[in-house]
């Protein structure tokens, strides 16, 4: 990985972090490969050897994330719309398969975040087609689809996710 793509999955982590959703082991084995590439702080140690994911945890890693000049959101609907932006990046790249980033966006935020109050689930920040083309997903599951399907599906994803980012990407959920 490039020191760019680090920077980019610990930003991602740190939005996480707000969640208490944050990968520990991945954090500690990105900092870790941000030393092997020459990048050292005393708190990247503090949070790869440390026993403690308390207190002692958090302060250290946002330390470290001070460090590196990533901010971590403030509250949970910046984090949210972080969170989203990160997956849907991903899925407009074209870097892997778009099915994968909607499942890993539904387990980031999904159960976390506020998705009621709106006609449709996901209306209130603009996912309720990427909601929609997740449980098409799920129902796949007891009726397989053919590949056309999966295929229109794909396409679908990857427009949701452009017309999410272009209309949706600076606004601030809120919750309320």
Known sequence: M???????QLKYQAARFVLDKEDKEEIARLL???????????EFLAVIDGD????GYKKALTAALHRLEILIPPNI???????IRHHLNTIVSGISDPINPLKWLMNDIYRNYDFVGAAYVGDKI???DLVGAYWTLDEWDAFPPRPEEVDALRVEIKQAAEIWLRDWSNRVPNSK
């Open 52 to 55: 403690d994911y308390g207190p």
């Open 77 to 83: 609907h910046e984090a949210a719309l972080e969170i």
């Open 126 to 128: 603009g996912l309720s």
């Open 2 to 8: 490039t020191t760019d793509e680090i920077l980019h």
């Open 32 to 42: 870790d490969e941000l030393m092997l590439q020459g990048v050292y702080y005393d």
